[in-house]
């Protein structure tokens, strides 16, 4: 099993910055691809960003690529999503999730694991 806490949502203003965590414990070797998701008030959960922890290669959605970043630290097995540049409509529930495939095309259905989720709300 793996367990996945997110932490650092809040509330920005429009074009501020903040800085998401995603602290994953037990069998995280199990889970090669790690994912971060957002679901809005009435609205479907969208894919984000996703990473692998060997070798770090990442992707990520068209309305987030340039201004969200993915990362990982394999030593805290930790990964991060630091997003720039936000918009009103960024505002959502961001969940992380861990997929035991290594396909970093994401689907909320290809999650095995869930966060519990971390509120971030931009403001305009």
């Known amino acids: 099993q793996v367990q996945l806490a997110e932490s650092g949502g809040g509330l920005v203003q429009a074009g501020g910055s903040l800085r998401l965590s995603c602290a994953a414990s037990g069998r995280t070797f199990s889970t090669p691809a790690m994912g971060w998701f957002r679901q809005a008030p009435g609205k479907e959960r969208e894919f984000v960003a996703a990473?692998?922890?060997?070798?770090?290669?990442?992707y990520y959605a068209d309305s987030v690529k340039g201004r969200f970043t993915i990362s990982r630290d394999n030593a805290k097995n930790t990964v991060y999503l630091q997003m720039n540049s936000l918009k009103p409509e960024d505002s959502a529930i961001y969940y992380c999730?861990?997929?035991?495939?290594?396909?970093?095309?994401?689907?909320?259905?290809?999650?095995?694991?869930w966060g519990q989720g971390t509120q971030v709300t931009v403001s305009s």
């Open positions: 999730g861990a997929d035991k495939g290594w396909g970093l095309f994401m689907s909320p259905k290809d999650i095995d694991y």
């Open positions: 990473i692998r922890w060997n070798g770090g290669d990442t």
